[in-house]
Every structure is written in structure tokens, then in C-alpha cells.
């Protein structure tokens, strides 16, 4: 599977991770919730693709994860190797994380006229 834009995209469940690392902690949150991906992308059916940033200022890391529908979000939290790994977040950070239904793709109509 490849991920690819398309003018008519199927109905996607996004997870998104706000990472508040502690100060000077930015990298290692960033490793950690990048291990967790990983395992999650080896191992979960309902994963389809992710992309990490770091903000520029050094304090956040945000994962944005495609996923195939809402209750994988359950069924990621049940194995408890992964529960494992999330919570190796809290010793260097502050998080949340909110799933989203996405209800409308805007594309680029500058040129297309």
C-alpha cells in the first residue's frame, strides 16, 4: 500500500497527537512516539500511514495518523505493548490526542481555471 492524494478520497479517520515535550525533551518525545508508530505500522491491520513533525521552536512533537476507522484507536490501546510505549511519553512529556472524520478535502484551484 502506498499513501497518494486523490480528488475523491475515501472517508478517513485521522488520530492526531500533540506532543507538549518538557524543556530540552523534544527529541526524545519525538523517538518515542516514532517507535510507537512503527510498531503500530507492523502490527495494526487499521493503520494506513503517519507523518511526525517537530515544531520549530522545540517544544512540541504532533503525529498525524491515518487510520481506518475509530475503533482501531480501542483496539491499539488493548495491546499492551503499545499501551506500554505511550506511557513512556508521560516521563518527558504533556500529550492529548483527538480523532477526526475528515468531512471535507480542499485541493489547490489556483492554475485549474
Same mark, same amino acid.
Given at each position: 500500500?502506498?499513501g497518494a #492524494? $486523490?480528488?475523491h478520497p @475515501? +472517508?478517513?479517520?485521522?488520530?492526531?497527537? /500533540?506532543?507538549h &515535550?518538557? @524543556?530540552?525533551?523534544?527529541d526524545?518525545?519525538f523517538?518515542?512516539?516514532?517507535?510507537?508508530?512503527?510498531? /503500530?505500522?507492523?502490527?495494526?491491520?487499521?493503520? *494506513?500511514?503517519s507523518? *511526525?513533525?517537530?515544531?520549530?521552536?522545540?517544544e512540541?512533537?504532533?503525529?498525524?495518523?491515518?487510520i481506518?476507522? &475509530?475503533g482501531d484507536?480501542? @483496539? #491499539? #490501546? $488493548?495491546? +499492551? /505493548?503499545? &499501551? &506500554?510505549?505511550?506511557d513512556? *511519553?508521560?516521563?518527558v $512529556?504533556e500529550? @492529548? #490526542?483527538?480523532?477526526?472524520?475528515?468531512?471535507?478535502?480542499v485541493l +489547490?484551484? *489556483?492554475?485549474?481555471q
Open positions: 500500500m502506498s #492524494f $486523490s480528488a @475515501e +472517508p478517513t479517520v485521522f488520530i492526531v497527537n /500533540v506532543i &515535550a518538557h @524543556e530540552g525533551k523534544q526524545v518525545a523517538r518515542i512516539i516514532q517507535d510507537i508508530v512503527h510498531y /503500530v505500522a507492523k502490527r495494526k491491520v487499521g493503520f *494506513l500511514w507523518s *511526525l513533525a517537530k515544531s520549530t521552536d522545540g512540541t512533537v504532533v503525529n498525524i495518523e491515518a481506518s476507522g &475509530a484507536v480501542e @483496539e #491499539f #490501546f $488493548s495491546d +499492551p /505493548v503499545f &499501551a &506500554a510505549k505511550f513512556a *511519553l508521560r516521563d $512529556s500529550f @492529548e #490526542f483527538h480523532t477526526y472524520q475528515v468531512n471535507d478535502l +489547490p484551484t *489556483l492554475g485549474n
